[in-house]
């Protein structure tokens, strides 16, 4: 599993999008999001597909993002992240 590179990411553009648009990230590169200073999203790509990396306490728990169905549940996971990281 690599690394996505611009078009893979091109592939989820509109994905990204939408977690620009939750603005509490900051996309350091094109698809790496940090929290603060520290690394919390990046995308992978192989052939099963492209998964997202998003930290989970110290680790990272990975979720697939090949389908629009995958992206939704993703993004839920990703507000859920940002809200208990709130709390």
Same mark, same amino acid.
């Given at each position: 599993?690599?690394?996505? +590179?611009?078009?893979?990411?091109?592939?989820?553009?509109?994905?990204?999008?939408?977690?620009?648009?939750?603005?509490?990230?900051?996309?350091?590169?094109?698809?790496?999001?940090?929290?603060?200073?520290?690394?919390?999203?990046?995308?992978?790509?192989?052939?099963?597909?492209?998964?997202?990396?998003? +930290?989970?306490?110290?680790?990272?728990?990975?979720?697939?993002?090949?389908?629009?169905? !995958?992206?939704?549940?993703?993004? +839920?996971?990703?507000?859920?992240?940002?809200?208990?990281?709130? !709390?």
């Amino acid at each position: 599993m690599r690394h996505a +590179r611009d078009g893979d990411l091109d592939r989820i553009e509109p994905l990204l999008a939408k977690i620009r648009a939750v603005g509490t990230l900051i996309e350091r590169k094109r698809g790496l999001f940090y929290l603060r200073t520290r690394a919390f999203l990046h995308f992978h790509e192989d052939p099963a597909g492209m998964f997202a990396d998003l +930290r989970d306490g110290e680790d990272f728990a990975r979720h697939r993002v090949s389908s629009a169905r !995958e992206q939704r549940e993703f993004l +839920r996971a990703l507000r859920a992240a940002l809200d208990d990281l709130a !709390e």
